[in-house]
């Protein structure tokens, strides 16, 4: 499943967004996603203190990351105003979360998915998938079947080309960041190959990584924290992935974690999640 | 098949540029790229190790470059058993049996099974880089021997886990044996683009990222190393191979096609007319790295030319073409939920996600994954593996190893199963030593089926019905006769 708008460099961005949302509107939760069946392609909801919220639909991979059945999901986000979808309250997020646009619902752009991240652990409670429910029209980018979008068309992409670096040659510094509980930046890996690049290019003679643990600050005003080891596992396969993609001979990598908790405040806790990479040429 | 099906190691004879033999549902062919095929000299054909065998004894032409379980029980018993493709190594269930009974071979001959012994804990990597176990291995049942032995099992001085597995396809590989990125469209330059955050396995000799789809746990990453390693394990060569002969085999390889070249009723799909996806010259003159997914290039083509209005009442053949049309459309337009399958699921799709078989078989003329394809299927790991639910059609009694995995507390368990599973071969995890891919196996081609039965990497499905049943069981998807027998019959011709 190549998906070829799927991009290395994505980021997560601040959007103004994140600083008019106020607490009342904020939904963040651990909860058992619902799987709501359609003619087309399903919905992803997911039940919070009585009340259903859509999440977003089923994609390709280049979009958000959908929820899995067997498994709670952290769903972070706000409400996104507009009909229902699915049945349930839409929200959506500060954060780019997906940079395909995912589909439409009754003629409606949907909007930006909120940050899901599945839960590490299985829950063999998490199994509802509901039946096709014939009020509910989605049409996604792509369909339940083969894609009818037209990247799919499109040329091969040329070879991304390694970044020119011109003197003065200064510290770097990358950052990744990860869904809750996770070791693997998947929106964000392409990071650490611009680090690489970078690195390659001056020649570094050091490269610093560091991992963090994070939290979230939930609705109901509890925390939900990452598990103490995170930071660590984060630092460890970011050095692994910059060994395998390449550093200069001779340069020095410094591999470290701070497993205490990044501070919480239920708004840029999805930034906190993070691991960075300092080169110094 | 004829008595020409089999060639021997060292036989000597030219190949011509294109052979036929017969096989369950027409003919398979082979077609070389370079012209006809001296065997004297070429070292795919020449017995270079010490027991006798050659790469060919394990990929035969007759068998679409893999090996059928019913080649290897016809060279059983024309040979009695002394042919090297039975040797003690690789070709029985333990080097320590007495390997003039035939229950010591009983994974090849039942199943078509070769033993691969790989050295376990594993603490590096294809291309150096340092591996550590995220889990334990504990073996709970041992029909071969092989795994508690003294000598070649996991608590031996030089400890190495015993897995079964079927020989892979060397056809066809410009699809398959490419850099990663090279031709195949969107790769995600280094990246594994379907897992996002992996970086793709380099190839220590050329430097280069490498498509990771050879082999069925991806552990080499070229088809130079693959060679040298099959020589050494497989061959049982003294020496390693020359430069001049990896080079040799690897040129050899990769002009090689092979896929179904005619159906029962006498279609030829080499001449013109043919469906453009059939046969062997199609494979060769297509473009590769091609995503099939999608109706601008769809994974098999057009089997327009075998479309009619209506089917004549009476006429087997042009009902036979209507069957084989409608099973693409099963394979390519029918949707159901695709579930739990790590690597699938867990790469952006969400868990179930409503697709169709064309999503994972998406690279197009071959029908493997695109991006390196490595997936729980079910094929090895419990519930779905468990042989009285997964192999009907073989006799009840267990014949592979079954592991206990248990995943360290700090280990990412398996997306499914958790962190406890039961598996008869945990696949990519013993090379990646992560128990997120225990269970994961490297997608199979699927040209030439016809010619090489038994399917999936332990041989479980003995034939092609047997494949349909298993997706119908794993994905619950409702197939109704008349869809299974439209696909059967649709694989049957790729």
Known sequence: MLRASWQPTLLLVVATAAIAATPSERRNFVACPVLQDTDNVPCWLARYQGELYFLGIQTDSGGWGPPWLGHRVLVEGRLAGGPRVCGGIALTSDYMTSNIPSGSADGESLPMPPVVSVMRELDASCNELLPADPRFHILGRRGPGPNTAASALRSPPPPAAAPTVTAPYGVQAFTLTYDFDSELASRTIGEALKAAQYAQAVQARSIAIIGRRGSTLLSDGSLAEEIPDIARLRAQELAKTLHKLGLPAGSALSVRWDANLEPADGIKDPQRRRAEIVVTP | MGADYWIAPGQGTVL???????????????????????????????????????????????????????????????????????????????????????????????????????????????????????????????????????????????????????????????????????????????FNAKRLAMVMDRDPESGRYSAMNIMSDAREPSLRMQARDASRDHLQVREPLTEAQLQSIVDFESQVYAAQQSDAWGDDFAAAGAPAALGTENLLQSPSGVLGDNFGNPAFKS????????????????????????????????????????????????????????????????????????????????????????????????????????????????????????????????????CYDVGSIVMGQLRGLAARAPYFASGSAPDLRAVVDFYDRRFNIGLSEQERTDLVNFLSVL
């Open chain 2, 16 to 190: 011509p540029a294109q052979v036929r033999f017969a096989d369950a549902s027409g003919s398979v062919g082979t077609q070389f790229a370079h012209g006809p095929v001296t065997m004297r000299g070429n070292p795919f054909f020449e017995p270079l190790g010490t027991n006798g065998r050659a790469c060919v004894s394990c990929h035969q032409p007759g068998s679409a470059m893999g090996l059928s379980v019913v080649a290897i029980r016809q060279r059983w018993q024309e040979t009695r058993g002394k042919d090297p493709l039975f040797a003690a190594i690789d070709g029985s269930n333990c080097p320590s049996l007495s390997q003039d009974q035939e229950a010591s071979h009983s994974l090849l001959l039942k199943r078509g099974l070769f033993r691969v012994s790989l050295p376990w804990p594993r603490t590096v990597g294809p291309d150096g880089s340092p591996v550590e176990p995220e889990f334990t291995i504990e073996v709970v049942r041992d029909p071969s021997g092989c795994n508690t032995d003294p000598k070649y099992g996991l608590s031996a001085p030089d400890p190495h886990i015993s897995v079964f597995r079927r020989p892979r396809v060397v056809a066809n590989l410009k699809y398959l044996a490419v850099d990663a990125g090279a031709n195949i469209y969107g790769a995600a330059g280094p």
């Open chain 2, 303 to 434: 089997f327009v030319p075998w479309q009619q209005p209506t089917v004549p009442p009476g006429d087997a053949r042009a009902s036979f073409h209507a069957s084989v049309i409608r099973g693409y459309d099963v394979f390519f337009n029918r949707p159901f939920w695709i579930r739990d399958v790590t690597h699938i699921n867990t790469v952006g799709l969400g868990n179930p996600a409503k697709r169709t078989c064309v999503t994972c078989h998406n690279l197009q003329m071959v029908g493997t994954d695109a991006s390196a394809g490595w997936g729980d299927l079910g094929t090895t790991n419990e519930p779905w593996a468990s042989e009285a639910i997964s192999s009907p059609g073989y006799d009840s009694k267990p014949d592979l190893p079954l592991f206990k995995i248990v995943c360290k507390p700090e280990a990412r368990p398996h997306p499914f199963l958790g962190r406890v599973i039961f598996t008869h071969d945990p696949g990519r995890a013993l090379i990646s030593g992560k």
